[in-house]
Structures are given as C-alpha cells and as structure tokens.
C-alpha cells in the first residue's frame, strides 16, 4: 500500500505565533487535500527566520497547532522539518520521508511558490510520486506583485546554479 505524506511549507508567523494569512491559506489547502487522503500523513516544514518566525517554538509547531485545531488527529502529523527556507524544505524533509516510508508527497505551498518548490523537491526526490497543491493567495496585488517577483529571481538564481553544477 502506497504511503502518502502531505507535505505543508512553511509561511510567516508574528512574535506571538499567529499565522500569517498566507499560513492559514496553506494550512487551509493542506486540510482539504487531507478530506481527500484520509490516511494520509501531514509534514508540516518551518524552523525560525528573521523573515518568518522569530518565537521560541519552531514555525511547524503553530502549523501542528493549527491542524490539530481543524480536526487533523496528532498521530496523523508527523515531525516537523525545521528549515529555514525553500531548499531546505526539500532537505529536511528528506530523512523524515525515508524513516516513515513515504512514497509519495502532496506538496502544499501558495500559488505564487509553486515553481520554486517545484523545481526543488522534483530535484530532491526523482524517486517519489509528487503533486503539488496550490493554495490560492490573498493580498494586495502589490504585496503579491513583489513575492511573485522574488520567487521568479530566486527560481532563476537556482536553474543557474543548477546548470553550473551539472
């Protein structure tokens, strides 16, 4: 029977732990992939950054928080991958993805970070079936201009080094 993981990156939250809306929407989007995949585990990745998470508990303590407040049972959750970016999204959650036998990942993350975290779990894990759920954001269209235009650099930043490497 195959194993499925669902995969929940991380997003901002403030200095008391509350999630940013752009966390909620992911949360809310790994929820609805979790109603169609019952038995499926939920991943929840973010450790602490100056830009996202600057608490004594790590990011994917509040999404856990989160989750289990939505109905999703704690022995469903698995360990949080505590990175502090994209690439080591895909890093970390790694050993944890082997340890449990997963073979599968739903990679949940914003609409606008898709390619990007496309780009790196599809190079993390060649071996796993992967899918990835958009979740759809709602700010500002200047706010979201500037993360649409950052994630475009920082996929292009890493398709360079990528190509350099090979």
């Known amino acids: 029977m195959k194993k499925l993981a669902i995969v929940i990156l991380g997003a901002p939250n403030d200095a008391e732990g509350n999630l940013s809306s752009i966390a909620i929407e992911r949360c809310q989007r ?11 585990k939920m991943l929840p990745t973010g450790g602490w950054g100056d830009h996202f998470n600057t608490t004594d508990k790590s990011h994917g303590y509040y999404t856990r928080q989160y989750l289990m407040a939505h109905g999703v049972p704690e022995r469903n959750i698995l360990e949080c991958a505590e990175s502090a970016n994209t690439i080591q999204d895909a890093q970390l959650v790694r050993p944890i993805v082997r340890r449990h036998e997963i073979d599968a990942l739903i990679v949940v993350t914003s609409d606008f970070h898709i390619p990007r975290a496309r780009f790196l779990f599809e190079r993390e894990f060649p071996d796993l079936r992967l899918s990835f759920s958009a979740a759809q954001t709602h700010l500002p269209e200047e706010e979201l201009g500037r993360l649409k235009e950052h994630e475009a650099k920082a996929l292009a930043r890493l398709k360079q080094s990528n190509a350099i490497g090979n």
């Open 30 to 40: 790994a929820l609805t992939e979790y109603a169609a995949n019952p038995d499926a």
